[in-house]
């Protein structure tokens, strides 16, 4: 008797699985969608998208980490490929769509070397060894810059504005970006850092870009808390309070049996010169501006404006730590420890009506080591866009003055690498030498893009980039607005080395991991961070999709 072969039924009946070139196809195509979503956000001439949610509001933008981080995406491949973003966004602020685009097409050139039947293991050890290379090239290439150079850290905020709302704008709003970013950079002997978190962004509609402001100071999105306090206090001396100027709870629940009313009046007494005893203290100190983390009793309130004291209530602790950076204060918790040397200094303090809304201005702060820019525009898209095009330019700076590294944008940079990774993939041998090329290819993706946003002939373009390389022209690049040709560290078009060094390697990263993905199988619920699938359904974002549709129909 012929023994017939034993079946094993190890996923639920009707369950789908996706295995082998099927699952690397269905992969493959999820990432390059995502990439084909911003691809024509890049550049100068680059286009805008408009993300409308299930209540009808509206984001217009063409930043790349903000599109995809609204988008309702379902396809757990393409949600790798948001990671990708939020970790750009997360580290350098800027070069989200750099990133997406240049893992969209390396996955796109490994297909090309699949159908070749590499195995997928050999791209990978290619695409690592040509990642590597990529950082080489780049650390021998990039220019130096120090604090000092503030030309090149114009450039490299203007070039950061180039293609947004803000470009009309980018030379006023350059200068302010800079001057707030060396305002606050802090130096520990050769050891240069600045903290983002000490530059604050505000936005209020209303007025134009013109109206944007640097403060050496802060904003404080609250009003004094009596409207018989002045308006506005100069040569203003602060204090720091993070502790309530108010009666304080018994720490345990206690109860007052009072019987009779000259006791009951005793002890409102008490209460209230405990309170005018508090406000005392303040103004014996010689403050004559107090921001309080908690809360100020009602009669506190009417002591401080008999004293003339402007007072703010409840702010915030991030604005507190902010307001002892700016003004020198120190943040005191205990009213009694308060001392003439905790004060802060600004040569004002006053409330201001911005769009409708009182808030306090914490201005003329000498030596401030926290200091907020204030954006203005016609509407609130508009105001929104020019707050994301600021913070690109900060974030820009800021990685160029801790890496010291800058150059050449407009493709230059890209094209230089590939140059380079194709003279390195002739000294390896083996297939790996193929993935290395693909690697180059796929790096080229970005002044090809630039290229096809601005309606110019890309491979015209790329044939003069690469000839111009050859040549020695390591800086050439595509000069859009001129449609050209050109040096483009000469035209002030300069990006920060640790931007393009980060979104190789996350692009890199994501496109040899979703590589080495051959099979997707169904999962019962994933721990927490590992995904979320129903217990014997399909994996996140597949639900109900047929074979080879991959969940792109929810896209």
């Known amino acids: 008797m012929t023994q017939q072969p034993m079946q094993v039924m190890l996923l639920p009946e009707g369950a789908l699985r996706t295995k082998g ?10 990432a390059r969608t995502v990439a084909e979503v911003v691809r024509t956000t890049l550049g100068p001439k680059g286009m805008d998208k408009m993300l409308v949610d299930t209540l009808g509001d509206v984001i217009v933008t063409n930043d790349g980490v903000t599109i995809l981080g609204e988008m309702e ?48 293991t050999i791209i990978v ?37 180039t293609g947004k709302n803000a470009e009309g704008g980018k030379e006023f709003l350059a200068e302010l970006v800079v001057k707030s970013v060396l305002q606050v950079v802090e130096k520990d002997g050769k050891n240069v850092t600045v903290d983002k978190d000490n530059v604050k962004i505000d936005k209020k509609q209303g007025g134009s870009l013109d109206d944007t402001e640097l403060i050496e100071g802060i904003i404080i999105d609250k009003e004094r808390v009596h409207s018989g306090m002045p308006r506005s206090i100069k ?36 209460e209230e010169k405990i309170l005018k005893g508090m406000v005392g203290k303040i103004k014996k100190v010689g403050a004559n501006v107090l921001m309080c983390q908690k809360g100020i009793d009602d ?6 404006a008999k004293e003339g004291i402007f007072a703010v209530r409840r702010v915030k602790k991030s604005d507190m730590d902010k307001l002892a950076k700016a003004t020198g204060a120190r943040l005191v918790t205990n009213l009694d420890d308060l001392d003439k040397k905790d004060l802060g200094h600004s ?26 820019l204030l954006v203005r525009g016609g509407t609130e898209h508009v105001v929104n866009e020019l707050k994301r095009a600021v913070e690109d330019a900060l974030d820009d700076v800021i990685a160029t003055i801790k890496d010291g590294k800058v150059v050449g944008g407009g493709g230059a940079v890209e094209v230089e690498i590939a140059r380079a990774l194709r003279n390195f993939a002739d000294t390896i041998g083996g297939k790996e030498q193929l993935a290395i090329n693909a690697f180059a290819d796929a790096i080229e993706v970005c002044p090809r893009a630039l290229a096809e946003n601005a309606g110019i002939d890309s491979i ?90 991959g969940g792109m129909g929810g896209f």
């Open 235 to 270: 040569k203003s001396k602060i204090a720091l309070i993070n502790s309530a100027i108010e009666i304080k709870k018994t720490e345990t629940d206690a109860k007052i049996n009072i019987n009779d009313p000259n006791q009951l009046d005793a002890f409102l007494l008490q």
């Open 73 to 120: 995406i379902e396809h757990p491949t393409a949600k790798m490929m948001i990671e990708v973003a939020k970790v750009q966004g997360e580290e350098i602020g800027d070069g989200t769509t750099t990133a997406v685009m240049v893992a969209g097409e390396l996955l796109k050139n490994a297909e090309g070397l699949l159908d070749q039947h590499i195995h997928p």
């Open 299 to 304: 009669l506190a309130q009417h002591y401080l």
């Open 21 to 30: 070139r099927d699952a690397q196809r269905m992969n493959i195509l999820a």
């Open 347 to 372: 040569d004002l303090v006053e409330q201001q009506k911005i769009a409708g809304d009182d808030m306090t201005f914490v201005r003329g702060c000498k030596g401030a080591k926290a200091v907020t």
């Open 460 to 549: 015209d373009n790329l044939v003069a980039l690469r000839a111009a390389h050859e040549k020695g022209g390591k800086w050439y690049g595509l000069e859009i607005l001129q449609g050209k040709v050109m040096d483009m560290y000469e035209a002030g078009v300069i990006e920060p080395t640790l931007l393009k060094s980060q979104a190789i390697k996350c692009a890199s990263e994501v496109a040899e991991m979703i590589l080495r993905i051959d099979d997707i199988v169904n999962a019962k619920e994933l721990s927490k961070g590992g995904g979320g699938g129903m217990p014997g359904g399909m994996p996140p974002g597949m639900g109900g999709m047929p074979p080879g549709m």
């Open 125 to 161: 050890k290619g695409y690592r060894l040509a990642a590597s290379k990529s950082q080489e090239i780049l650390e021998k290439i990039s220019k130096k810059v120090t604090t000092k150079d503030r030309t090149v850290l114009l450039n490299v905020a203007k070039t950061a504005m």
